[in-house]
């Protein structure tokens, strides 16, 4: 693929992503307002993996408020299956030790 094959693909990609997204800078303002909540809530700064998986999820939320899609329900489900195992509360089976 040549360069311009690729932008051409790009712009593609981004232009359908108003539609289904919405426009990317009011995804950017939700996903800020929820991300700065969380982080005040939280209380620091230092992020963890969960925190990660749970961000993810919020940026998910943003994008389902600005526009409707089925992808953004299998994603939140999917960050919310990650970052279960990101929780001391569950002990996971990997390689034949047990991990926290």
Request: glycine fraction near 8%; proline fraction near 2%; hydrophobic fraction near 35%.
């Amino acid at each position: 693929m040549t360069r311009n094959e690729f932008l051409k693909k790009l712009e593609n990609v981004l232009c359908s992503r108003d539609t289904i997204h919405g426009k990317p800078e009011d995804t950017f303002n939700i996903i800020a307002k929820l991300w700065t909540d969380y982080l005040e809530v939280k209380g620091n700064t230092s992020l963890t993996r969960k925190d990660v998986a749970l961000m993810m999820v919020l940026f998910k939320v943003a994008r389902q408020l600005n526009g409707n899609s089925e992808d953004n329900w299998l994603d939140i489900a999917g960050y919310a299956a990650c970052g279960t195992e990101e929780s001391p509360k569950y002990v996971f089976k990997t390689g034949g030790k047990n991990e926290i």
